[in-house]
């Protein structure tokens, strides 16, 4: 099966849309039996190839986009290879495209866990299924690309209502269920590969900042150890995003808190590649724009910070779990 599924990738990426749209069903036939076979669905592997086929079957399906929104910073402006709008802002999404998105979307929570064991130290180890919620974060973003400019904002948004699924069962974040790893793994995977694409809106910007400044600080007490470090490490990569196809007066708002947030977790996250991450985030917006350079250029070391301490540097009660 995995063989089978590789090649029909390849004939979907390499193919004509006209052949994808011939042979629809037995793709869709595939991707049910994928699905709905215990056996099959436990394979991590099938299961990134399924999301991987569901999202080039989008993408054959979808005109080429004739205005491509990918841009970078260049003295305070974005500047972006556009070409004349044709026909595809008028052209008409196939429904098949929408029952394949919520599929995507669905992948985005993947979270079945293989347990391995270590018989000589008689240790467990869990295993996430990174690859699968990685390979749909991608997918969502590479269509959203090629959707027409009403539509592709609704993907975001799509993805960041996910944030609250598990939050109505929840006081905070620190109550939220285990299985909302997963969800929010996932939503900040397709938050930071639709941002890196340029395709964040500006009036989604506040809301998307909003959400990803708590997943900076997710984590989540699971017996004898906690949670949550791959979702720190996603909303590093988001805000990483955003400073490279952002401008800069968008960005201005949030300076001081996405300042402080990042040097807290650089500082004090237990995880070293988080707190790796975080760095390069924070070097990305020191060296992209300019609004964090005053900051940036504060004592980057824990000793030498001057007294009074300034208010961005000082851990809140949010931060808390990173002030050990």
């Avoid at 904002?153 to 285990?178: K, R, W, Y």
Wanted: hydrophobic share 45%.
């Amino acid at each position: 099966m995995i063989g089978y599924l590789q090649v029909i990738n390849e004939v979907v990426k390499n193919g004509s849309a006209d052949q994808v749209q011939v042979l629809e069903p037995t793709y869709l036939e595939t991707i049910g039996i994928v699905n709905e076979t215990t056996a099959l669905s436990r394979n991590t592997l099938l299961r990134k190839m399924r999301a991987k086929l569901m999202s080039r079957m989008v993408i054959r399906l979808l005109p080429t986009p004739k205005i491509r929104r990918r841009g970078r910073i260049l003295d305070d402006a974005i500047v972006f290879q556009q070409e004349e709008e044709g026909s595809h802002e008028e052209s008409e999404v196939p429904e098949i495209v929408e029952t394949l998105l919520q599929s995507l979307l669905d992948a985005l929570q993947d979270k079945v866990s293989r347990y391995f064991v270590n018989h000589s130290l008689d240790i467990h180890f869990r295993v996430k299924d990174t690859i699968v919620r990685w390979s749909a974060a991608k997918g969502l973003a590479r269509i959203a690309e090629r959707l027409p400019s009403d539509f592709a904002p609704q993907i975001l948004d799509s993805v960041m209502d996910m944030f609250s699924i598990h939050l109505t069962e929840a006081a905070n974040l620190g109550d939220l269920p285990a299985v909302a790893e997963a969800t929010w793994h996932g939503a900040a995977l397709a938050c930071a590969e639709i941002a890196r694409r340029g395709l964040v809106a500006s009036d989604q910007l506040p809301i998307l900042i909003g959400w990803i400044s708590k997943a900076l600080y997710f984590d989540l007490r699971k017996g004898s150890h906690s949670i949550g470090s791959n979702i720190r490490d996603a909303a590093a990569y988001v805000i990483w995003s955003l400073a490279r196809t952002q401008n800069v007066a968008s960005l201005q708002p949030y300076a001081t808190d996405l300042a402080r947030r990042l040097i807290t977790v650089a500082l004090f996250d237990r995880e070293p590649h988080i707190r790796r991450a975080a760095s390069a985030a924070f070097q990305e917006h020191v060296g992209r724009t300019v609004i964090i350079m005053k900051i940036g250029s504060v004592n980057a070391y824990l000793p030498r910070v001057p007294e009074p301490i300034p208010p961005w540097y000082r851990c809140t009660q949010e931060d808390r779990f990173l002030c050990h």
